[in-house]
């Protein structure tokens, strides 16, 4: 699923729960897919989608420098930034302030980071709890 299906299924199924935009910003590096406010707080989601599970380490294509900078330099100013991440059938929810660390994962089940995952389908009622509530720091 391509990042352009990935936000079409975020957006259907949180239409009712926020108040979201899609953002093609082709001038200013690293700004992610997609702001939104929710209970209150306003966010950035940076979107993702991976055919399958890679062998070792979650080397994400394209994520670029310029979107891991934006994400690390806006959780250190306080903001709510995210990472959602289809893999095959699993979808992954990231704080963004973890965006340098992901090489570091281990795939065979050992995660350095936290982040939620969802198998199959999201529950977006948690999904929405999650990111209408500043990460912890």
């Known amino acids: 699923m391509a990042e352009k299906s990935l936000w079409k299924y975020l957006k ?3 239409k009712k729960r926020w108040d979201a ?3 093609e910003d082709r001038v200013t590096s ?3 897919d997609v702001s939104y406010g929710i209970n209150g707080v306003n966010g950035w989601i940076e979107l993702k989608a991976m055919a399958r599970w ?3 380490g ?3 294509p394209g994520f670029t420098l310029e ?3 934006w994400l690390q330099s806006r959780d250190e100013a306080g903001g709510n930034v995210w990472i959602f991440l289809r893999i095959g ?3 992954l929810l990231i704080s963004g302030k973890y965006s ?4 570091a994962m281990d795939v065979s089940g050992k995660y350095p980071i936290p982040f939620k995952i969802w198998d199959g389908s999201v529950d977006w009622d948690e999904f929405a709890k999650i990111i209408g509530q500043r990460p912890p720091r």
């Not at 340098?100 to 090489?103: G, K, M, P």
Request: glycine share 4%; aromatic share 8%.
């Open 12 to 14: 259907n199924n949180m």
């Open 30 to 32: 690293g700004v992610p």
């Open 54 to 56: 890679p062998r070792e």
């Open 58 to 60: 979650l080397r994400i």
């Open 21 to 23: 935009t899609r953002h």
């Open 100 to 103: 340098f660390h992901l090489d």
């Open 67 to 69: 979107q891991k900078r």
């Open 89 to 91: 059938r699993d979808y």
